[in-house]
């Protein structure tokens, strides 16, 4: 046993009560949830179904399908029982935009959960000379988006599925706008009005998200809103996003910025990343975000240093080659160093090391343990063999 001081490095998050949408739990501790948004049009059911499976496929957990009309909540009805059928039962959200309260209750029958905008529950009349609104004139419309929320969740309640209250920055409702400003602080008291109402309903299957397509701004929201969870004694999981993230480079480290900074501080329990690309872009990306973090291990661990005058073979090259080989087993650190120059700890105690020894020769490591020296053009194989040997070997 060593007498050396330990630091607990594990990202402690924010405890949440566990949400059902199907046969997946987000919050509660359970694994952070990965999760996207079909493209096609909702009333194309052999494509969305298609899209939905596609994206399963690739480990998206949860998929979103928009439904703006009635025409589409019946659709996804159809999608639903197909997917069933034809592949399995994958959970659905249905994103309810406008104030289609008919469209959510239809839809509400068929998947596990409904996403609702509450900036898009105006009930204000828009009047361009208004620049307040009373507290009187706040709570009546504050009344009657009780009146009008409330058949979905006693629908979605008495069925045990979920909602999320999903708000976006760059909808807010007026009144929210004239009272709060256009702030974090908007968004959160925007969403705090909709879970008191599903709390007085006495449903409380929510996931709440504060998305905008500013990093700073979205990470600001989310953090206001677990704090004044936490203080209201809230225990909701929350969904993360950057909104209208972009494409490419970019838009993956835009997404990341937002995504890993909150994850880093506990807040989270299911992610999106929002691509301007094929949706199916958007998985791997969730995963690395998590892998990085400690948070999810669902690939291997490479850890790589970025090469120098030092190093002794083609680093790029052989990181290519050792990835080509390893990357379909799962729960393994592999380390691929150009030298030995600090010594084994420079490899992030990595279950296996791959290091540069004398030119034309490389070392394997078990951990920290030096196994064994070979020529460098049979090193990925002896590798392999190394994890053979250990039984950590599956072939791919
Ligand atoms: Fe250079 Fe060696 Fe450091 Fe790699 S491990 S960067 S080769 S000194």
Redesign the pocket.
């Known amino acids: 046993t060593s007498s050396q001081p330990t630091f607990d490095t594990t990202i402690q998050r924010r405890k949440t009560r566990p949400v059902k949408v199907g046969n997946v739990t987000i919050g509660g501790g359970y694994p952070v949830v990965v999760q996207s948004m079909i493209n096609e049009d909702t009333l194309d059911i052999d494509g969305s179904v298609a899209a939905i499976r596609r994206l399963h496929e690739v480990g998206c957990e949860i998929v979103r399908v928009t439904v703006p009309s009635l025409a589409h909540a019946v659709a996804l009805a159809e999608i639903k029982q197909k997917i069933i059928k034809t592949y399995q039962d994958v959970p659905i959200v249905a994103d309810v935009h406008h104030n289609g309260m008919k469209i959510a209750l239809e839809v509400a029958k068929h998947i596990e959960k409904v996403r609702i905008n509450p900036g898009l529950y105006v009930f204000e009349k828009p009047n361009t000379n208004r620049t307040e609104y009373t507290q009187a004139e706040f709570e009546e419309i504050g009344d009657k988006i009780r009146e009008t929320l409330e058949p979905l969740v006693v629908s979605l309640r008495d069925q045990g599925k979920a909602m999320r209250i999903g708000v976006n920055h760059g909808s807010l409702a007026e009144r929210m706008l004239f009272t709060y400003g256009d702030t974090p602080e908007g968004m959160v008291e925007s969403a705090l009005e909709f879970i008191r109402i599903c709390e007085s309903l006495d449903f409380r299957n929510l996931v709440v998200s504060m998305k905008a397509s500013r990093v700073p701004v979205m990470v600001a929201a989310y953090r206001l809103l677990a704090k004044r969870m936490d203080e209201l004694g809230m225990d909701y999981p929350l969904h993360l996003g950057v909104t209208e993230a972009g494409d490419g480079e970019y838009g993956r480290i835009k997404s990341t910025a937002g995504i890993a900074t909150l994850l880093a501080d506990g807040i989270g329990d299911t992610i999106r990343v929002s691509l301007t690309e094929a949706p199916e872009n958007e998985i791997p990306v969730c995963y690395s975000i998590l892998q990085a973090l400690g948070l999810r291990k669902t690939m291997v661990e490479y850890v790589a240093?970025?090469?120098?005058?030092?190093?002794?073979f083609n680093?790029e090259e052989v990181l290519h080659k050792v990835r080509e080989a390893t990357k379909h087993l799962t729960g393994l650190d592999i380390a691929v160093?150009?030298?030995?120059?600090?010594g084994p700890g420079?490899m992030a105690d990595a279950d296996y090391g791959y290091v540069?020894k004398t030119p034309g020769y490389i070392s394997l490591y078990r951990g920290r343990e030096e196994i064994k020296k070979v020529p460098e053009t049979e090193g990925v194989e002896e590798l392999i063999n190394l994890i053979k040997t250990d039984g950590r070997w599956v072939d791919p």
């Open positions: 240093c970025p090469s120098c005058g030092r190093t002794l680093l160093m150009g030298c030995i120059v600090n420079e540069g």
